[in-house]
Structures are given as C-alpha cells and as structure tokens.
Antibody, heavy 120, light 113 residues
Framework: QVQLVESGGGVAQPGGSLRLSCAAS????????MHWVRQAPGKGLEWVAV????????YNVDSVKGRFTISRDNSKNTLFLQMNSLRVEDTAMYYC?????????????WGQGTLVSVSS | DIVMTQSPDSLAVSLGERATINCKSR????????????LAWYQQKPGQPPKLLIY???TRESGVPDRFSGSGSGTDFTLTISSLQAEDVAVYYC?????????FGQGTKLEIK
C-alpha cells in the first residue's frame, strides 16, 4: 500500500542545517507532485513547499525562502528538504504529503512526520 | 497570499447532532475556467497526520463517511458533519490550492458536548 516515511529530523542549533528525507513506496513517485507541511508544537498546520512530479517547478513559503530547498530523486523514490540557517521558529513536526490523484485536489497521503527541534 | 479564516476556533456538539465549520478565503479560490473551487478539508486527530476529507470544496475523498459533506463557492465554505460520532473529535483545517503558497486556515477544534 502507499506509504510515506520521513526521516532526518533531530536537534540542531540556530544557524545549523538538517536534511529531511521522505521515502515513498507503493506508488510511482515520479507521477505525483509532493509537499512539505510543518506543525509547530501545539499549533496549526503551515504549508512549506511543493515540487512538481518531474522536479521542474518548486515553490517555498516566504518564511523559508532562501534557507530551505525542496528536491526529489525519482529514481530513488525519495523526496528531500534541505534546511539551512535554521531558526528557533523552525521547530516543528515536518510532514511530507502526496498530491491527490486529480489536479489541485488536496494531499491524499501523508507520512507520520519527523520532528525538528532548533535550540541552543 | 490567500488568507484562510475558519470559524469558530472551537466547537462542542452533542453526539448525533450536526456540526458546522466555516472557512472564508480572501480572495476567491474559484477557478473560473473550470468552475472548480480549489479548497480542501482535513481532519487531524492527536498524534496523527492530517487526513484528507473533502477536495474541490464538495467532493468527498474515497473512504470518507458520507456524514461528512462540504459546500460553498468563491470565498465562503462549510464543512458539515451531519450526525457527530465520538471518533469525529479532532481538529479540522481548510486549505486552498488556488495559488502558492497553499495556505491553511488556523483550525477548528471539535469536541463532544
């Protein structure tokens, strides 16, 4: 069945870096757009980034522009989020999610998330 | 950026009663060329990722019970649970897919009265 498994979270210092991965299985990653969404402890959902199915287009929310980079390796069925210049306010659970089967129909599959904590 | 505002922030409803959650977008999320509203609803239970309930404002995702329904167009949308069950206790979010960034509402916490 469809599965998304995030990894790479952990504790980082302000100004540090982390690279999140999202391993996809049970479907062909190369045919789906993919997203990262985060949730700070006790807070609501914040959409972070999207990348098209073929990697030709991506977009980041303003709060992470110039610091985070979304990418993918379809040959390895893996989505990435490179996080540089981390800030305390980046502390959150990070979820990867798959585009729905129809265009702009929400995200129909989600991973369980990986926790990022930024603290000195 | 499109701003999504949900109301109320929290809601308590008796078992078997109707629950209604509202979501406003500013500006509209109606794509005129195909008359689709790029608006989705999610349910999130504690310790779990979000679950897609409704997309295109009113299309129920496969496997979602038919007590969940979505309505509205343009800037005003509603998620309705026709007969609240205990397992529906969760936080509900709307999200727009009209333009990036794909913003979420702040969430509505639904509890049993």
């Amino acid at each position: 069945q469809v599965q998304l498994v995030e990894s790479g979270g952990g504790v980082a210092q302000p100004g540090g870096s982390l690279r999140l991965s999202c391993a996809a299985s049970g479907f062909t990653l190369s045919t789906f757009g993919m997203h990262w969404v985060r949730q700070a402890p006790g807070k609501g959902l914040e959409w972070v980034a999207v990348i098209w199915y073929d990697g030709t287009y991506n977009y980041n929310v303003d709060s992470v522009k110039g610091r985070f980079t979304i990418s993918r390796d379809n040959s390895k069925n893996t989505l990435f989020l490179q996080m540089n210049s981390l800030r305390v306010e980046d502390t959150a659970m990070y979820y990867c999610a798959r585009d729905g089967l129809a265009p702009r129909a929400g995200c129909d599959k989600w991973g369980q998330g990986t926790l990022v904590s930024v603290s000195s | 950026d499109i701003v999504m505002t949900q109301s109320p922030d929290s809601l308590a409803v008796s078992l078997g009663e109707r629950a209604t959650i509202n979501c406003k977008s500013r500006p509209s999320v109606l794509y005129n060329s195909n008359n689709k509203n790029y608006l989705a609803w999610y349910q999130q239970k504690p310790g779990q990722p979000p679950k897609l309930l409704i997309y295109w404002a009113s299309t129920r995702e496969s496997g979602v019970p038919d007590r969940f329904s979505g309505s509205g167009s343009g800037t005003d949308f509603t998620l309705t649970i026709s007969s609240l069950q205990a397992e529906d206790v969760a936080v509900y979010y709307c999200q727009q897919y009209y333009s990036t960034p794909y913003t979420f509402g702040q969430g509505t916490k639904l509890e049993i009265k």
